[in-house]
């Protein structure tokens, strides 16, 4: 009995470690809107998986709610690389 209590502990220890690495997944894109022509450089952070189709889906969704429309995400990475991008994304850094 006490081999799965320490079981079943060490696995929700695992999963809940395993939760906070999934949410530190971030893209960088390009957006617009039209009429009149306005174009933004972002960066958001992903709740979904963290590769570039999916990112692709979720960035568009979101952007598409606040009224613009995604021309490219160009690329999908961790928090290592916030702070590089932190001043090209300016207003649009995590604003989605």
Not at 56 to 85: K, M
Request: glycine letters at 8%.
């Amino acid at each position: 009995m006490t081999h799965l209590i320490r079981f079943l502990a060490v696995s929700a220890i695992l999963v809940g470690l395993a939760q906070p690495a999934a949410a530190q997944c971030f893209a960088d894109y390009k957006a617009k809107q039209d009429n009149p022509l306005r174009l933004h450089y972002g960066v958001m952070q992903l709740q979904g998986p963290c590769d570039r189709a999916a990112a692709r889906a979720e960035v568009a969704a979101r952007l598409n709610a606040g009224g613009w429309t995604l021309l490219n995400v160009l690329s999908v990475f961790g928090p290592e690389g916030l702070a590089e991008r932190k001043a090209n994304a300016a207003g649009f850094y995590l604003r989605f």
